[in-house]
């Protein structure tokens, strides 16, 4: 056997088998018993060996008490309580991510058909768009300059809905040029609210539109000449057919959808009604039906909105179309792409 | 078979500060450390369980290391105005001062990685397999590997003057 190396004195000496290439501990000793320069060599590391461990041992606590085991046991249901608070957190944000994306990506489809639509409406549109001042006709098939004028001419999502001034409520009130404002209205609308939802915390995005909004929009719109009797302020949920006399005419709805409910809003000619419909999980439409106090094709001539009036509708959440149907004016207001909610009030029908 | 946790605590718990402190040289972190060690270990169910813990403990370390290496460097500046009290106060050293705990430290430094690594656990009270598994090394190169670690330390220590930088020229 040839001299032993430093690792088999070292295992040695550790009291340590040295599996591997070399023999085990007999043949060290074996070596040994036959060697005396490994002897001493086995010596000389022995030396470096508890010199080292001195060494070692000057440098650390030693005579530590263990702190009760409970100490640990109580540290990790901490740990324990703290991560299943954690947990839905971060499920909540992923879902939370998701519905962002989501959302986003909606609304960016929606918005490309809602110019696309702007563009075929007309004249009536680009002059809707013209006296808004800001907003131009190459805005109005360019995205991103729009994006970029709503961006800074759209008011903060927090800021209360204004009150119509004075000199806007007739325009307001009449129906028709809000026909071919409102595309308008709602790409302003939307296109605030993607800004608005790329800057904000993901949770935002869940909050369900606020489906108060509507009514108080309508409310402004609603103190017309002929509407004396208008007295209460607020709306009841009636039955359909209730609803139907209230209106004297048909109710609109989307056939197949269930209905959450009808609700109106003053008498006679200015009764305004509003039915929610489930489309979906968590998405509904709703149908705000009044009585157009001219026929729709007439009110297509009429000079084009005021820009406070489209200001007001920009807080609206989601997007709305509306429609002419069966003398009333029926708009829909829900979460969908504009050519599905297009798609939608093309089957109105009576409950 | 569950292992017995509080046992192993009980057994290993000084060992491993003692590790742990080679490591962080901050005996409150040491101690922390290896509390949290054991808060992790506690769900699992290994072969061995004292092998296991250092295996934990090492990895702490090593992140801890990382995050703050240079909030500790800021703390042994601090501890070492305060360290006399401090010290006698965190477990009872021999009486060692702050500088031979530097001292120790700046000659274990001079160690690679490796070697530094192996010795520690060795001191710790692993067995060559279990510093084998935990390092990656032979089983074989264990013994070789802390023949080289003791020598160099000592040398490293002897060439350290309670003063001078000298020990610093020479690297492993």
Sequence with gaps: MTHLDEGQLHGYLDGQPQDGSTAGRQDVE??????????????????????????????????????????????????????????????????????????VGWYARSLLQTEAWVGGAGEAARAAGAAQGEMRADAIQAAPP???????????????????????????????????????????????????????????????PAPSAVPQILLRRQPRAAAPELAEDVWVTVPPAEAERRLGGPLATIPGLPSLGTSVFGTGLSTVTRTIQVLGPGLTIELVQERTAAPMRERAAVPAAAPQAGRALRDEPGLSVTVAWEGFSVTGRALVPADSLRKLLSRLSRP | ?????????????????????????????????????????????????????????????????????????????IKADSADSRDSRDGGDRGEGPEQVAAVRRALDQLSERDREVLLLWDAGLSYAEIARQTDLKAGAIGTTLARARKKLVEAYARIPQTGPKAQEEQG
């Design chain 2, 1 to 77: 078979m569950r292992v017995d946790w509080a046992v192993v605590y009980r057994e290993t718990y000084a060992d491993l500060v003692r590790f742990l402190h080679r490591k962080v040289w901050d005996a409150d972190q040491a101690q922390d450390l290896a509390q949290e060690t054991f808060v992790r270990a506690l769900d699992h169910d290994p072969e061995n369980p004292r092998a296991f813990v250092f295996t934990i403990a090492a990895n702490l370390a090593r992140d801890e290391a990382r995050t703050a290496i240079r909030r500790k460097k800021h703390l042994m500046l």
């Design chain 1, 146 to 208: 729009a994006r970029r004028q709503l961006a800074q001419g759209a008011p903060a999502r927090d800021e209360p809905t204004q009150p119509p001034p004075e000199g806007t409520r007739e325009v307001a009130s009449t129906a028709a040029p809000a026909v071919q404002e409102r595309p308008l209205a709602n790409l302003a609308a939307a296109e605030a609210k993607v800004e608005q939802d790329t800057r904000l915390a993901p949770v935002r995005v869940t909050e369900a």
């Design chain 1, 30 to 103: 074996r070596h040994l018993a036959e060697c005396a320069a490994c002897r001493a060599r086995l010596e000389e590391e022995r030396g470096v060996r508890d010199r080292a461990r001195a060494i070692l041992g000057t440098a650390g606590p030693t005579g530590l008490t263990a702190p009760p085991f409970e100490a640990v046991l109580e540290r990790a249901a901490q740990r324990q309580a703290s991560r299943s608070r954690v947990r839905p957190t971060v499920a909540l944000a992923w879902a939370a991510s998701l519905a962002l994306a989501l959302t």
